[in-house]
């Protein structure tokens, strides 16, 4: 290829890159200024994109975009070699190479906006619902961390366990999740749409180092989750990754409808998943508020529950240093930039909706 016809590929590229980036801000902003823009998109456009490429990505049993990340880690390393050396022989320059990395960013970039930045500024699952979240009183959320602790104890006689004693999943599970999301969407509306079957990391040991039990992906429109984890977090995670494909990105909603969905499924391991993962963000804001109160439920709660918790713990304790702080710390200030202002205490605000929804 001539020198004249290399100089046009890079300039193309860093217009088009240019383009691109100018495109994804305009998007934002359009949508911080106007909410029903962002409202109209999410269910005018994006929801038609999960129904086209959610299909595509879905007739694969394996993370696209896990196999996307160590390609392009991989390309971009090879590429900046070669580039490197071919300077030397004066072939190429490195600043080609950094146009097509620029432009690879900026399609990045455009597809995250396109399929989850945007949908931060719609109407949330709350206002659509109509569940008023309001205040609520000490009294309020112990009557709730009651009413947990008397399901999970009912559901936890109903499930299947390993000889060690945890939760054991039917190997139709990931089915059954994508069911329940279906039976959600009867009583809300805001729910249909095309759901894929959620995905496990290959790797899960990358997410498990980052305190990360599950990943929406934008980019391929696919909901994976950390299949290393201890099964009761399985359906759960499932479903909250499962809902951000409806456009709910909100962290503690998600939750929520992850919850929601879960009591929707007819199998009890689900049910148990679901309910037992909301006790837990409802318990720890009981501590918080009234530990006598809390310390008295806690002793309630039916001993076979307990090894579920245990092997929880000790899996998430084994990861614990600098990375995953490190991780929190992106992760917080991802979640703030995103009009979340609680940052990673936002999966806790499940509770607020929570509260609010039994109250009704």
């Not at 199998?267 to 809390?294: F, I, K």
């Not at 310390?295 to 709660?301: A, F, G, Q, Y």
Request: glycine share 6%; hydrophobic share 40%.
């Amino acid at each position: 290829m001539s020198h004249r016809k290399r100089e046009g590929r890079t300039e193309w590229s860093l217009l088009l890159g240019c383009i691109l980036f100018l495109c994804s801000g305009g998007m934002i902003i359009i949508s911080v200024k106007y909410p029903q823009f962002a409202q109209w998109y999410s269910d005018s456009i994006y929801s038609k994109i999960v129904e086209f490429f959610g299909r595509i990505s879905g007739a694969f049993p394996f993370s696209i975009v896990e196999i996307g990340l160590y390609i392009g880690i991989l390309t971009i390393f090879i590429t900046g070699i070669f580039a490197v050396v071919q300077r030397k022989r004066g072939r190429i320059s490195i600043f080609q190479w950094f146009s097509r990395v620029f432009l690879s960013a900026a399609i990045l970039l455009f597809l995250y906006v396109s399929n989850c930045g945007i949908q931060y500024h719609k109407s949330s699952f709350s206002e659509q619902s109509k569940i008023l979240v309001e205040a609520y009183s000490v009294e309020e959320l112990e009557e709730t961390c009651v009413w947990l602790t008397e399901q999970v104890n009912q559901l936890t006689t109903k499930v299947s366990r390993t000889e060690k004693g945890t939760l054991e999943l039917e190997n139709t599970w990931r089915e059954q999740v994508v069911d329940c999301m279906k039976r959600l969407a009867k009583t809300y509306p805001c729910m249909s749409g095309y759901y894929p079957r959620p995905k496990p990391v290959i790797i899960s040991e990358i997410l498990s180092y980052q305190g990360i039990t599950g990943i929406y992906s934008p980019f391929t429109i696919e909901a994976n989750y950390n299949q290393d984890m201890p099964e009761y977090e399985l359906p759960f995670t499932a479903c909250h990754e499962l809902s951000h494909l409806r456009g709910f990105m909100q962290e503690e909603e998600a939750n929520f409808i992850a919850f929601l969905a879960c009591r929707e499924s007819e199998y009890s391991e689900v049910q148990y998943s679901g309910t037992l993962s909301a006790w837990v963000y409802a318990m720890n804001a009981l501590y918080d508020a009234d530990w006598e109160a809390w310390k008295i439920l806690r002793d309630k709660l039916d001993p076979s529950i307990e090894v579920d918790l245990d092997a929880n713990s000790q899996f998430w304790s084994q990861y614990e240093g600098e990375i995953l702080e490190v991780a929190n710390q992106i992760n917080d200030t991802y979640l703030k930039v995103n009009r979340q202002e609680d940052g990673i205490q936002s999966y806790g605000k499940m509770v607020d909706l929570l509260v609010a929804y039994l109250q009704e």
